[in-house]
T-cell receptor, first 111, second 116 residues
């Protein structure tokens, strides 16, 4: 299997711009997670989907963040407008049962 | 509250030596799974080892093994014959299974440096 695929791998954008991160989970997995990792806050769960339905979005920091999963093979995390404090590595991960597999991450820098 | 505690922010070990990373967790649930993930400088999160809480036998994966003490809620990772490629951040995690959904709890990580 190809693993969890994320794009872009790296993005540098200006403050105020919209950022869209994309994720393709492992085929057959029914749960998808978006995490954010920073030096200050460590690994934070932003949102969790099960069978394409958002189950827990309590980690989404504010209204500027939104996530969608229109089908079992695709999810997006959008930040609009972006701010410098959003700079982080964003991980998408998926699971079918009990083991979670991570993508390689999207490195976001907002200047 | 369900938490994972990794009390060692940083550790170092000489190449070819053995090192143990500690992890404790707190949950009142009975059904859960425990994991160690490795994050090298590339930032990729890589699954190292997995343990089912209902199994008494400790999991092993080549040079990696765990010491799972359910009563003490302890789940340490032992790396034998340490290699330079083991230099990474290591995260302990457990997941709870409740009504078909899964909640993953991660620790804050231990940064391990293997010295030549």
């Amino acid at each position: 299997d190809a693993g969890v695929i994320q794009s872009p791998r790296h993005e540098v954008t200006e403050m105020g711009q919209e950022v869209t991160l994309r994720c393709k989970p492992i085929s057959g997995h029914n749960s998808l997670f978006w995490y954010r990792q920073t030096m200050m806050r460590g690994l934070e769960l932003l949102i969790y989907f099960n069978n394409n339905v958002p189950i827990d979005d309590s980690g989404m920091p504010e209204d500027r963040f939104s996530a969608k999963m229109p089908n079992a093979s695709f999810s997006t995390l959008k930040i609009q407008p972006s701010e410098p404090r959003d700079s982080a590595v964003y991980f998408c991960a998926s699971s079918f049962w009990d083991t979670i597999y991570f993508g390689e991450g999207s490195w976001l820098t907002v200047v | 509250a369900q938490t994972v505690t990794q009390s060692q922010p940083e550790m170092s070990v000489q190449e070819a030596e053995t090192v143990t990373l500690s992890c404790t967790y707190d949950t009142s649930e009975n059904n859960y799974y425990l994991f160690w993930y490795k994050q090298p400088p590339s930032r990729q999160m890589i699954l190292v080892i997995r343990q089912e809480a209902y199994k008494q036998q400790n999991a092993t994966e080549n040079r990696f093994s765990v010491n799972f003490q359910k009563a003490a809620k302890s789940f340490s990772l032992k790396i034998s014959d340490s290699q330079l490629g083991d230099t990474a951040m290591y995260f302990c995690a457990f997941i709870l299974t409740t009504s078909g959904t899964y909640k993953y709890i991660f620790g804050t990580g231990t940064r391990l440096k293997v010295l030549a």
